[in-house]
């Protein structure tokens, strides 16, 4: 689970405040505690998060009731995998703080999903998208936690929701597709699988599940027409030229 959870803080990481380039080069070792938080994200763009953690604990201490380095404090716990209880601690002052703050509510989701409560993580993320509609990692998340609950209405929702701003976002086509199966609407699940398709004519595991799911509907043609089109294309041998007579 916590690769997953990295991978998520990292993601969610692109809403923080960019840092400059003149400060990306500087180090715990070869400079003291930044006194900003571009500062002390640049530490980390450097490739130094325990540094940008230390840095922005400070931020923390100096202006307790700002819910910036609170957020970028609980993130860098949960991408070293620190302590979850301070992480939470931090996103509670920032949720009380800034209610509306839509990255402190989808942060608070990563903890439940590391704690292993994904009723409670999909509270959090609800919270998130009501506040930021347009908020993909949490819709993308959602979608997979009600399936995993055994909403799939409630997945279909924000598969759907993705589908439509990103027609091009594969995964999420396949994760539609599997959400409308599961409720026995295969003309609808095929239409996305074809849509996916589309747009990847090429890849090997969207052309595996739709091939799959033309074996499981039991249209056994369609299924090997696919898997044809995955084999290598012998290349066609050119004719030699005869010489010219010229």
């Not at 400060?23 to 640049?42: C, F, H, I, K, V």
């Not at 989808?106 to 998208?129: K, S």
């Amino acid at each position: 689970m916590h690769w997953v959870i990295l991978v998520a803080c990292l993601a969610g990481a692109s809403d923080a405040a960019q840092p400059s380039a003149l400060t990306g080069a500087r180090t715990a070792a070869s400079a003291p505690s930044p006194g900003t938080l571009s500062d002390a994200l640049a530490l980390e763009a450097g490739g130094d998060d325990a540094a940008a953690l230390q840095a922005v604990e400070a931020l923390v201490l100096s202006q307790p009731r700002w819910e910036l380095p609170r957020m970028e404090a609980a993130r860098l716990l949960l991408k070293l995998g620190g302590s979850m209880e301070q992480a939470e601690a931090h996103l509670e002052v920032a949720t009380r703080e800034a209610p509306t703050n839509p990255r402190a509510w989808y942060l608070r989701g990563l903890i439940w999903e590391e704690r292993g409560n994904p009723m409670q993580a999909a509270r959090a993320y609800e919270t998130a998208v009501q506040h930021r509609g347009s908020y993909e990692e949490a819709r993308f998340r959602l979608g997979g936690l009600w399936v995993s609950l055994g909403d799939l209405l409630k997945a279909e929702l924000h598969y759907r929701y993705l589908a439509r701003a990103k027609p091009e976002w594969v995964q999420v086509r396949l994760q539609l597709a599997d959400v409308l199966e599961k409720q026995e609407r295969l003309l609808d699940a095929e239409t996305e699988l074809l849509a996916a398709r589309s747009f990847q004519p090429d890849s090997p595991l969207v052309l595996r599940r739709l091939a799959d799911f033309y074996d499981r509907t039991e249209r056994p043609q369609l299924a090997a027409k696919v898997r044809k089109s995955m084999e290598p294309q012998e290349k066609r041998r050119m004719r030699a030229l005869k010489p010219s007579r010229r």
